[in-house]
Structure formats: structure tokens, C-alpha cells
């Protein structure tokens, strides 16, 4: 294990939706459980993550966290702690950062809490003191935090890793005979919840200027679909012009194989405070077309990797318009993307890089 000695952990995620934060804690889980630490689970009541954790024979625990349930949650984390011997709780999104404090304060337990969201919560701040430590996901986070009064020394950034470069290239042509699209459509993907923000509405509207000039060019939407954008989209889509060359495929558990049909991936986010999607789309060696915000312009690397472009429907209609037609540089930007997410996005660089984190917070050496 490099050094660092083993290590009893407990993650507490405050959500069982199928967002970047949870499919980041069940891919933590499983890679620091190979590099020997003992990891347990805490997440709500319900949904995948349980079950898959189960499988791949983690421990997983349920609580309700809502009502009456938060402090039933911060008793049942304080007896989790005194049965596992936790050395180290570590927190995702805002409410189960509220559970690891209280918990590991009662319970004299480090808290090790990731900010994977950009919000003004100020449990944050109020955490920062003794052995407890900051993760950022990106610099624009961690310049978030300092901006908030939080001190630099108890940050540290740790980028998001992906295990897409391990998987088996799969033909585009069986993706889309099960979506019913015709073989000679070239398909460009956005991947990620559809609603508003992740920019499917932008999207649709920079397709509407390039559709004459690439007849052949077919929008793919990948993932959960929220309730209330579902009739906006439809319509957006039918005013566009567009009905037939949009599909959305509602959430998927084969994303390697989806990324492996498209030309390029797209991320016309109003906010990301890191960019998975984009990492996930350049280890399959797509180049990616995103926006200049947040923590994007850290993964996506302009021209060469893909290219950064604001939220403005031309400009994006351009972009597009660009991989589109230059095939050659489509193909030199989607190697050099595998090859940076080789260097500095994957799972085990992650997982490394946390356990030096956990090293610290416990009180042992760097773990470096």
C-alpha cells in the first residue's frame, strides 16, 4: 500500500440519486477497499448505491437523513465508529458533512469532507480546525473555499478519477441499433442529468443552426431525466425542427460503451465545479466541446483535448460545427485526452492521493 498504513473508513454520502457524487463514493469504496483499507457506507435509505456496494461485498448502511432521521443518522454513525474503530469519516455533499461533524466531534473521529458543489453552506468553514480536512475537486473549488474565509492549509485538491480507460471499445454500430438511429448518423453526446443547467437547452439550440450543414449530425442525451424539463425538451425540439434527430436514452450503466458511439461529447454547463462527464468522454478518447466555467477549463485543455467555448448558442454551434467537419483533428484531440486522463484522471491516482489525506487527518505521516 505504498506506506500507508491500513486504515478503517467510513464514506457517508447524503443521496442515493445516480449523480457524480454517488458514482464517486461507490468507485472510491471499491478502489480503496483493493488497496486494503476497511470501508463502510452510509447513505439514505433506498437506490442503487446499497446494493451495488453489497455486491462487490462493501458494507453499506441505510439510514433515513431527513426529519426526525438526522439524529438517528448521528447515533447510528457514533456506534458505527465505536464497533469499526474508525480512524477517518469521510463526508459527501453538504448534509452528511452535518453528520460526519457532529458524529466525529462526539466521537473524537477526524472528518475528511469533499466538496463536490459549489454552495455557501457554512459547515464548511466551521469544520476547518484540528485534524479535519478539506477536499476540493478542482482549484476553482478550492478558490471557492479560500474566498470563504476557510484557511489553504486545510484544503487539499484531489481531481475526480474514472476507471473508462479500462474498458473494451465497443462498435458504434450496436448503440445505435438498440436506439433505433439510422448507421450513417454521426452521433454527438451529451452526458449528464438532463435539466437546465447541464445546458440540453443550449444544445438544442446550437443544433438548430448546424443541422443544414450536417444532415447527417444526431444529438444523444445520456442520462436521468428530471421531471419538470421533460415536456421543455420535447418542445424545444419539436420548434427546432429537430424531432428525429434527438434521443434520449434516460440514465444508462453502460456510459463506456454509449461514449464509444459518439463523435464527441459536450458539457455546455452553467456550472461544474470539476467536469466527470468530460474526463469520462476523454478516456474513451473523444474529444470534448464545453464551457469556459468553473472547474472545466482544469480538464479540458482548448485545442487540445477539445475546445472551451462561452454559453452562447453560435459559439457552440461552431464548435460542433468544427469537430464535425475536421475529422482529423476530432482524433488528435480524443488521443491526447486519453492520454492526460491516463497521467492524471484515473482511480488509483485518486484513491492515492486521498489516502496521504486520511494519513493526515488520522495524525500519522503525510502518506506520501
Known amino acids: 500500500m505504498g506506506g500507508t498504513p491500513k486504515l478503517n473508513l467510513v464514506q457517508v454520502v447524503s443521496s442515493s440519486a445516480t449523480s457524480g457524487a454517488e458514482r464517486h463514493v461507490f ?24 446494493s ?13 437523513m431527513k426529519g426526525v432521521g438526522w439524529f438517528r443518522t448521528v ?11 474508525t480512524d477517518v469519516v469521510h463526508t459527501h455533499l453538504t448534509r452528511a458533512t452535518y453528520f460526519g461533524v457532529v458524529a466525529g466531534m462526539l466521537s473524537r473521529v477526524p472528518v475528511v ?37 476557510i484557511n489553504d492549509r486545510y484544503i487539499d485538491t484531489v481531481y475526480n478519477g474514472t476507471d473508462f480507460v479500462d474498458f473494451e471499445v465497443e462498435p458504434p454500430s450496436s448503440v445505435k441499433a438498440e436506439l433505433g438511429i439510422q448507421p450513417e448518423r454521426r452521433l454527438i453526446g451529451l452526458v449528464g442529468r438532463v435539466c437546465r443547467e447541464k445546458g440540453h437547452m ?8 448546424i443541422a443544414g450543414e450536417h444532415p447527417d ?35 444508462r450503466h453502460d456510459v463506456p460503451r454509449i461514449l464509444d458511439a459518439l463523435e464527441f461529447s459536450t458539457m455546455p454547463s452553467q456550472i461544474e465545479t470539476f467536469g466527470l462527464a468530460a474526463i469520462e468522454a476523454m478516456a474513451r478518447g473523444k474529444a470534448v466541446v464545453a464551457s469556459r466555467v ?6 479540458v485543455r482548448h485545442q487540445q483535448t477539445g475546445l472551451l467555448v462561452d454559453l452562447r448558442p453560435h459559439e457552440l454551434a461552431e464548435a460542433v460545427d468544427y469537430l464535425l467537419t475536421h475529422e482529423h483533428e476530432r482524433a488528435r484531440m480524443g488521443a491526447a485526452g486519453r492520454r492526460i486522463v491516463e497521467e492524471k484522471f484515473t482511480l488509483e491516482r485518486m484513491a492515492r492521493q486521498l489516502e ?6 488520522a495524525g500519522l505521516e503525510s502518506g506520501r
Open 27 to 50: 468507485a472510491l469504496s471499491r478502489r480503496l477497499s483493493t488497496l486494503g483499507h476497511a470501508v463502510e457506507v452510509l447513505s439514505p435509505d433506498g437506490g442503487w448505491l446499497t
Open 52 to 64: 451495488d456496494l453489497q455486491q462487490v461485498g462493501i458494507p453499506a448502511h441505510t439510514t433515513e
Open 75 to 85: 447515533a447510528y454513525l457514533m456506534r458505527l465508529f465505536r464497533s469499526q474503530r
Open 113 to 149: 469532507a469533499t466538496v463536490h458543489i459549489a454552495n455557501h453552506d457554512q459547515i464548511y468553514k466551521r469544520m476547518a480546525r484540528g485534524r479535519n480536512r478539506l477536499v476540493a475537486v478542482s482549484n476553482y473549488v478550492r478558490g471557492m473555499l479560500h474566498g470563504r474565509g
Open 202 to 209: 443550449l444544445m438544442i439550440e446550437a443544433m438548430r443552426d
Open 217 to 251: 449530425a444526431h444529438l444523444l442525451f445520456v442520462g436521468r431525466v428530471t421531471r419538470d424539463v421533460r415536456p421543455e425538451i420535447d418542445e424545444a425540439v419539436a420548434d427546432a425542427g429537430l424531432s428525429g434527430r434527438v434521443t434520449l436514452t434516460g440514465n
Open 294 to 299: 468553473g472547474g472545466l477549463p482544469e480538464v
Open 356 to 361: 496521504g489525506v486520511y494519513a493526515r487527518a
